[in-house]
């Protein structure tokens, strides 16, 4: 049964459907546990403010916030309660902010606008103590915490879909490393072929060169051997033409698809009984060699031989094989022919010209040796120093294909970018724990000052009972607080009073959450004139 496509646009509407029914469920609650409250400003308004900011949080969502802090403004004017249920939808929106906004910087700048916004607002209408904690303390919180969760969240997510990402690319990268190694295998078939089949065809040319002189051969044998001999060349010369075509780029594995199971000595015998002219000597006896050492051996002779019988016939060579306590020393010397010219034996332009001495060399330097090829002093010279175990480069794994390394270093430009992603994440988790402990630091010192002073100011009601008016302040110090109320209301201010007094004002009761009745004291010099209560404004 195939999958139905579910479409995004529908998907966000509902989901912003859902969220806006969810916080005007907790406004609605808020609005029925208020004792009074306004239809229009307390429930209509706010759903509508809602009803822009939650669509807005996913193409504005600096500006959701910035909206549904205004409903909390809101509740900062109220004469009852700082508290109200738009903080829920503040926290809700800011954890949307850091979830859905990559960048730090002007979120930031949108939290601290609206946190200066909130204490600006109870500086000019001179809130109560209480309001100022629930600035400094409740609404930074909303705004902060909510905000480092959907940054985390947004980091995990985003750390699952690049690993995801890469897993698909592996995927795909291990297709292409499949067909790669079938060109590889078809390649190495090839380059076999050329070294195999291209020494055996030179060894045929060489034995019906040598044929062509038997005095026993009428002058259409000769002819027809000569004609043989050319077909040969040609042969050679188109398997080196198709061997360069399949041929892969250097730092290939050479060791790979080797059906030669002769050695040394089974090449130099057959060599000597096609009539080449080649003496061979072996110095020491033969150590433990590893396979590829062995069969990079016997390609440095067969390669040496294949050369010197096309290019310099009938010439002399001299093969030494020396074994010394930790490599292979193979040195294949043939003269060069009458004629003179060693330019043949180099590598250069001309068609199939030094193929075989390049794939030498880079069979060789896989194996971790080295090798030089060149004329001296009238001959022509390949030297090969094999290790006796192939551990120098064999280890080195060039990267899969389709990798991109990352300029200035040695890994692939996925895993870089998976390791920044994993470090953007752990950064944001160290600082989802850490900023929560900082907001602490800074925000429990004013709380506590904020507490000290509220109740060291209670003046308790047994107390008040017991002050006398006209009694001197010395007789009833020992009745008082050790400190006046600091923060009282405007209202409460604004109390009629005696002409000329001085007043005081103490908290009835040490709830910190809540307004208490003030006791005013009023003092003419140092005696009590009045006292009298002024009630909490409750709505």
């Known amino acids: 049964m195939p999958r139905t496509r579910t479409n995004p646009a529908r998907s966000a509407r509902v989901g912003d459907v859902a969220l806006w029914a969810a916080l005007a469920a907790t406004t609605g609650y808020g609005f029925r546990d208020a004792a009074t409250a306004s239809w229009t400003m307390d429930l209509f308004l706010p759903l509508a403010v809602l009803g822009v900011a939650v669509p807005w949080s996913r193409r504005r969502p600096a500006a959701a916030v910035v909206l549904v802090n205004g409903l909390c403004v809101m509740g900062l004017a109220d004469s009852a309660t700082p508290g109200n249920a738009h903080v829920l939808s503040l926290a809700v929106l800011s954890c949307l902010l850091g979830a859905r906004v990559a960048s730090a910087r002007r979120p930031l700048l949108v939290l601290a606008g609206c946190a200066a916004v909130d204490l600006a607002t109870c500086a000019v209408l001179r809130a109560p103590p209480v309001w100022w904690f629930y600035a400094l303390s409740v609404l930074p919180a909303a705004l902060l915490l909510p905000w480092l969760a959907g940054r985390h969240r947004r980091g995990r997510r985003q750390l ?117 002219p080649v003496r061979w000597e072996q110095r020491e006896a033969s150590p433990p060699l590893s396979s590829l050492v062995e069969r990079g051996m016997y390609r440095v002779v067969q390669e040496a031989l294949t050369n010197a019988t096309k290019h310099a016939p009938d010439c002399p060579i001299s093969v030494r094989i020396i074994h010394e306590s930790d490599r292979t020393r193979v040195s294949v010397v043939n003269a060069f022919p009458p004629t003179g010219l060693p330019a043949r034996t180099s590598v250069g332009p001309e068609r199939g010209a030094g193929r075989g001495l390049i794939g030498l060399h880079e069979r060789v330097t896989v194996l971790g040796g080295s090798l030089r090829t060149g004329p001296d002093h009238g001959r022509f010279h390949v030297t090969a120093v094999l290790p006796h175990r192939a551990t120098a480069r064999t280890g080195m794994s060039a990267p899969a294909p389709g990798t991109v390394t990352a300029p200035g270093t040695d890994l692939p430009e996925s895993a870089e970018r998976l390791a920044h992603v994993r470090s953007d994440a752990r950064r944001r988790s160290v600082v989802a724990l850490v900023a ?104």
């Open 160 to 276: 699952v879909r690049e690993g995801w990402r890469l897993a698909r690319g592996l995927e795909e990268r291990q297709h292409l490393v499949a067909e790669q190694a079938r060109l590889t295998e078809r390649a190495e078939i090839a380059t076999d072929m050329h070294d195999s089949l291209g020494h055996s065809l030179s060894l045929v040319a060489l034995r019906a060169g040598a044929l062509e002189l038997s005095p026993d051969l009428t002058d259409r044998d000769r002819s027809d051997l000569a004609d043989l001999r050319g077909t040969i060349a040609d042969a050679v010369e188109q398997l080196r033409a198709t061997v360069a075509v399949l041929q892969d780029p250097p730092g290939r594995d050479g060791s790979a698809g080797l059906p030669v199971n002769d050695t040394v000595e089974d090449l130099l015998s057959r060599a000597v009984a096609s009539g080449v």
């Open 436 to 539: 929560p402990v900082v907001a602490a630091v800074f925000f429990v010192p004013s709380a506590v000052y904020l507490a000290w002073q509220l109740t060291t100011s209670v003046l308790p009601p047994s107390r008040f009972d017991e002050l006398n008016v006209g009694r001197p302040r010395a007789e009833l110090a020992p009745l008082l607080p050790d400190r006046t109320y600091p923060y009282p209301s405007d209202h409460a201010r604004s109390a009629s009073r005696p002409p000329g007094a001085r007043c005081e004002f103490y908290r009835s009761g040490r709830d910190l959450f809540d307004e208490v009745d003030l006791y005013r004291l009023c003092w003419s010099g140092s005696t009590l004139l009045t006292k009298d209560t002024v009630p909490a404004r409750r709505l």
